[in-house]
């Protein structure tokens, strides 16, 4: 009986890490979520002001079509690329071209253009994050963040590893507040890119959040 309970205990620890371990990653990604929600305000503020100066110009039917029409071709390109249509970017857009169009289709030219606008952009953030990571394929229970996060080694030394897990070789090691950005995750590792270029996964204790 004692020894049940121990068993029991022990893995009721190790379930109870590992829930940890995911909540500090996801907590990565949320201060990230932050700082870009924070940038996209700051953004949307200045494009107001922009608009109000112009307010009686007013994008007419070519331009919202020709705009349409960029944003497609673009996110077509994001799709055709290695693992573009997983990328969170992709679904996103997706979802604005859609917006775009019912503008387009109630003939709010403007509103269409601007639409297709953010999605040419999230077009180009998804092709550098892609071409951010060499790797083809994910690794089994790796989720790719809903945004690229910013970063820095919080160790003395971070062993950066061709895995997650201990028994992946490794590749370099980081200096302490070295920039990172991260990509993805397991329930305890997070694979990220330096400013080299240079991947690989690292422990999730070994990082810290860095706001751009």
């Known amino acids: 009986m004692v020894v049940d309970t121990a068993r029991t205990e022990a893995a009721t620890?190790?379930?109870?890490?590992?829930?940890?371990?995911?909540?500090?990653?996801?907590?990565?990604?949320r201060d990230a979520r932050i700082g870009e929600l924070q940038t996209n305000?700051?953004?949307t503020r200045q494009e107001v002001v922009r608009n109000l100066a112009k307010l009686q110009t007013q994008?007419?039917?070519?331009?919202?079509a020709?705009?349409?029409?960029?944003?497609?071709?673009?996110l077509q390109a994001l799709g055709r690329g290695s693992g573009g249509m997983s990328?969170?970017?992709?679904?996103?857009?997706?979802?604005?071209?859609?917006?775009?169009?019912?503008a387009f289709a109630?003939?709010?030219?403007?509103?269409?253009?601007?639409?297709?606008?953010?999605v040419r952009a999230l077009a180009r953030a998804g092709q550098a994050r892609a071409a951010a990571s060499t790797s083809d394929t994910l690794e089994r229970g790796e989720t790719l963040f809903a945004t690229a996060v910013p970063l820095r080694s919080a160790a003395e030394r971070a062993n950066v590893r061709g895995g997650p897990g201990l028994g992946h070789e490794v590749l370099f090691t980081l200096d302490p507040e070295t920039e990172l950005t991260g990509h993805s995750y397991t329930s305890e590792w997070?694979?990220?890119?330096?400013?080299?270029g240079r991947e690989g996964w690292v422990f999730h204790t070994l990082v810290a959040t860095r706001f751009p």
């Open 13 to 29: 620890n190790a379930q109870l890490e590992a829930r940890i371990s995911r909540l500090e990653i996801m907590l990565l990604e």
């Open 41 to 43: 305000l700051d953004a």
């Open 59 to 64: 994008a007419s039917r070519a331009e919202a």
């Open 66 to 74: 020709s705009g349409l029409a960029e944003a497609e071709i673009a």
């Open 87 to 102: 990328l969170p970017e992709f679904s996103e857009g997706q979802a604005r071209l859609e917006e775009s169009s019912r």
């Open 106 to 118: 109630a003939e709010n030219y403007g509103g269409a253009l601007y639409l297709a606008t953010q």
């Open 190 to 196: 997070v694979r990220v890119v330096d400013t080299r």
